[in-house]
């Protein structure tokens, strides 16, 4: 009974701290599909190559989505176009930072830390593009231009449809298969406790196994990685811990799986570990040349009240119920 209680909770934890950057990302997917025309993605996204693959990066990287707040606009552009490697560098890009995240960080942990993140963001993502779109094949066909009936919709008519009908059920399955699966790692995994591993690369393997598999969004790892920090681990150490765990968890393998295929989510779940140690060492390596590195914990860190929580976590649950009770009919 203390595993299901354990496991009930950290499923909930899990939901909690998705369920509104989900949300956000389901409206920032509609919103694309008014305001950028598909010919604007085909245009920019769909053939493989060094430019889609860093048009990709440099769109994501300032966008304050976690990794499963990317998956529904990175669902959207797929689903109009884009290549497996321009999503690949969206995905791997995108959640590791943010405009929140940045001012989080510079409060945090110092500029250094601030600046580092976002430049191993895209770094890592235009790397991973390439190797996608080299390593794979891309056979997909984008899904046609809306017929102009629908284009006569009210606009916000069109992003509650697109964002939170059409995306929201695309992803729904594989999404919860995730959660299930990320609550039980975390009902074991307590990633304060990292802070105990040391330094070297034996400490990066250590720490990228123990968060990958989580689900910890860029801005609220922040504050673990400021405590780790302050424990003593090497800043190249706690930015292996940044990366992986936004970047790579269980809540959203599978949804990439479905979405550029599985041999390609297994390359990206691998290069994004491998790329967090490579940045993790390069950071130990010119941390003594960065701007000021420093943790500076304080009380606030963005955490919702229970209402708001219950409140996103509801609509996600009847946004996510509708897709069954719409394949019923």
Known sequence: MTFLTELLSACWHTLQMMAPFLLLGFFLSGVLSV?????????????????????????????PLCSCGVLPVATWIRRHGASKGAVGSFLLATPQTGVDGFLVALGLLGLGFAVYIPFAAFVSGVCLGLLLDKVFTDEHQPEPPEASPGKSKPWPLRIVEHGFVTIAGDIAVPL??????????????????????????????????????????????????????????????????????????????????KLIGRKEAILYLSCAVLLAIGMGMLMDVIAPYL???????????????????????????????????????
């Open 35 to 63: 305001i950028m025309p598909v010919a604007l993605v085909k245009q920019h996204l769909a053939k493989p190559g060094k430019a889609s693959v860093i048009k990709s990066a440099l769109l994501g990287i300032p966008l």
């Open 291 to 329: 701007p000021e590195i420093e943790s500076q914990l304080g009380d606030d860190h963005h955490h919702m009240s229970v209402w708001h929580s219950i409140a996103a976590i509801t609509l996600l649950v009847v946004l996510i119920g509708g897709k069954f009770l719409r394949e019923r009919d």
């Open 176 to 257: 919860l298969i995730g959660i299930l699966f990320a609550g039980t790692l975390s009902a074991f995994v307590d990633p304060q406790s990292l802070s105990e591993l040391g330094d070297g690369l034996v400490a990066k393997l250590l720490v990228v196994a123990a968060a990958a598999p989580l689900y910890v969004c860029a801005t609220a790892s922040l504050p673990i990685g400021a405590s780790m920090l302050v424990a003593g681990l090497s800043p190249g150490t706690v930015f292996v811990f940044l990366m992986a765990g936004p970047a790579t968890n269980a809540a959203t393998f599978t949804t990439i799986s």
